[in-house]
């Protein structure tokens, strides 16, 4: 059978595939953090402490976590364009009905039930822009899906804030929600029919021995490590930022709370940067002295002054987003044997980290107000910067640093 040419740049495909994955990502993002600035908002209106009220947040990338290689599974036997069309239009209809909740119960459940529904994307997205994409489009193409998460990640927690701030959070909610909608229903206009992608459903014994070799490897156990302590110090850091900056002597409004999100602007510019020094210098010499910037724009959030807080939360941001560049990218390289199982597991890392640390860094909040948050992000990334400088003492694999075919299903 003749393999059909990839799609090109330039095409009207190539368009369209950019345009969909550009709102897939937007989408899926913006739908996962939206609550984060509302955490404040939700322990006011439902008389939750800030523990429960992380709930909000922490169950939602608690599932996603647990469903992102059940998903991957799925997708070899439905096809990763329907997988990721009715995964983002079953998320938007969920969020259409968050503003309805009547008790708290509801809402924790529906946040749960698309926890699941947003792991169709991140699962597949990248397996098939890296099919379906001719060589000399693909990088631009995994360039703007990128850019994209961090964009909707951004908008959704501003968007959500500022127009809970005036329209109260169920307006806010409800709103966002009806964007989701539109750009899920212009993915499924958009994103071509996939003319490379095979499926290859794998066995669940299978599936265990590709997960099962990441572990064999010297460094991948130690970056899964990193990704469940850099995430979940960032996660909680942002989390109880928003409850400590509405309070005396403080007093921000909502929408001032959501605009620091900004921030996240200088994070993409920073993932870029991070890449291309990693490059240079090698990841080993880098990815510890990322951690350890983070670690510092954390230790100047203790510091009661609003724009010092601000300037530690922006040189954390800079500090992860380049971390997690430089580690995701690392962990890729490192697969010789079921890469994408790898990167999965990474990923699960990633987000039990952000559910498990923050959730425990509102207990925190609770008894211990910032000091307890410093704490549990302050043990987190004195951890993450232990783990980086003995990632530093692995001796690379030997060239080329290329991943092995995976095993065949016996």
């Not at 996660?235 to 002597?249: D, E, I, M």
């Amino acid at each position: 059978m003749t393999e059909l040419p990839g799609i090109r740049r330039g095409t009207r495909e190539f368009r369209r595939a950019n345009a969909a994955f550009f709102l897939s990502a937007f989408s899926v993002f913006a739908s996962l953090y939206s609550v984060q600035p509302l955490l404040p908002m939700f322990a006011q209106y439902w008389v939750r402490d800030a523990g429960e009220a992380s709930l909000a947040l922490s169950v939602t990338t608690a599932t996603m976590a647990v469903a992102l290689i059940p998903a991957s599974m799925l997708a070899d036997r439905l096809g990763r364009r329907r997988l990721i069309v009715w995964a983002l239009l079953i998320t938007a209809i969920l969020g259409a009905a968050l503003p309805f909740a009547q008790v708290w119960w509801q809402l924790i459940t529906l946040r749960t039930l698309m926890g699941i529904t947003l792991a169709g994307i991140p699962a597949v997205a990248m397996v098939y822009l890296s099919e379906e994409m001719a060589p000399d489009a693909l990088g631009y193409s995994m360039g703007l899906y990128i850019g994209g998460t961090a964009i909707g990640g951004m908008a959704g927690r501003v968007i959500s804030g500022v127009l809970s701030d005036f329209l109260g959070w169920r307006l806010g909610t409800g709103i966002l929600a009806a964007l989701i909608l539109l750009a899920a229903l212009a993915v499924a206009a958009l994103l071509p029919q996939p003319r490379q992608s095979t499926r290859d459903p794998i066995s669940l014994p299978n599936l265990w021995r590709r997960c099962r070799a990441s572990f064999d490897d010297a460094a991948l156990p130690w970056l899964f490590a990193s990704s469940f302590l850099i995430m979940g110090s960032f996660v909680t850091l942002y989390n109880y930022a928003g409850f400590r900056l509405a309070l005396p002597p403080f007093l921000l409004s909502h929408s001032a709370i959501a605009a620091i999100f900004l921030v996240y602007l200088l994070g993409s510019i920073s993932s870029t940067w991070a890449g291309g020094l990693s490059q240079r210098l090698g990841r080993r010499k880098v990815f510890w002295v990322l951690v350890a910037i983070m670690g510092i724009g954390m230790a100047l959030t203790a510091i009661p002054d609003t724009w010092v807080i601000i300037l530690g939360l922006a040189i954390a941001t800079i500090g992860f987003f380049a971390a997690h560049g430089v580690a995701s990218a690392w962990v890729t390289r490192r697969a010789r044997v079921g890469k994408a199982q790898a990167s999965a597991l990474y990923l699960v890392a990633y987000y039990l980290g952000a559910s498990m640390l923050g959730t425990i860094g509102g207990y925190a909040w609770t008894a211990w107000a910032w000091p307890g948050v410093l704490l549990v992000c302050g043990g987190a990334i004195t951890l993450a910067l232990v783990v980086a400088i003995r990632l530093t003492f692995i001796p690379p694999l030997a060239a080329p640093e290329q991943p092995t075919q995976p095993p065949t299903a016996q």
